[in-house]
């Protein structure tokens, strides 16, 4: 495995080739990856030259890309691509680990804090699948120190028009 993940931008040409790959059923099961597989598990995706890991690309194409992070696993079935079934983590992965158990909210989101926090384009992936996942919004501007109307304008694409922009596309069908 890679120390430094590759950045995976959607495309749709990335959809097309990927999807077939991909045994999609319900939204709570895992969605079995049906090519090759790396000896971990991992389903392994080749495409226009590069050795692509099925979850990073599963990711990449919910959210519109992915960079400095990994896809990671909530369902402990390497070989699955269901988005809701992974999370972004990397190099910040503890703080996201606190972010997904609630502790962030104690320690790390003061009252005059609330709001004003900054927020990463790995944070806007995550508030995206959280919510396509069920979480309420409320939930959300808790977990990162954003309110609820900030937390609304990221998912109707006012803030981050970019990201959203590929989200809500026909890459995701
Ligand atoms: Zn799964």
Not at 63 to 73: E, K, N, P, R, T
């Amino acid at each position: 495995m890679s120390n430094r993940p590759l950045l995976i931008r959607a495309t749709s040409e990335l959809a097309a080739r990927f999807w077939p790959k991909v045994r999609r059923a319900g939204l709570n099961e895992c969605w079995e990856w049906q090519g090759k597989r790396s000896n971990k598990g991992y389903g392994v995706f080749w495409f226009n030259g590069r050795v692509l890991r099925a979850n990073r690309v599963a990711v990449a194409l919910a959210c519109g890309s992915i960079a400095d992070a990994f896809a990671l696993h909530r369902c402990n079935n390497p070989s699955c691509c269901n988005p809701v079934h992974l999370y972004i983590g990397g190099p910040r992965a503890n703080i996201l680990q606190c972010v997904n158990d609630g502790r962030y909210v104690k320690h790390g989101c003061r009252g005059e804090d609330s709001g004003k926090a900054k927020l990463t384009e790995v944070d806007v992936q995550e508030i995206h699948r959280l919510y396509a996942a069920g979480e309420t919004q409320r939930v959300i501007a808790r977990k990162f120190c954003i309110s609820k109307s900030q937390v609304g304008a990221i998912i109707r694409g006012e803030q981050w028009k970019h990201l959203t922009a590929m989200t809500n596309s026909s890459l995701f069908t």
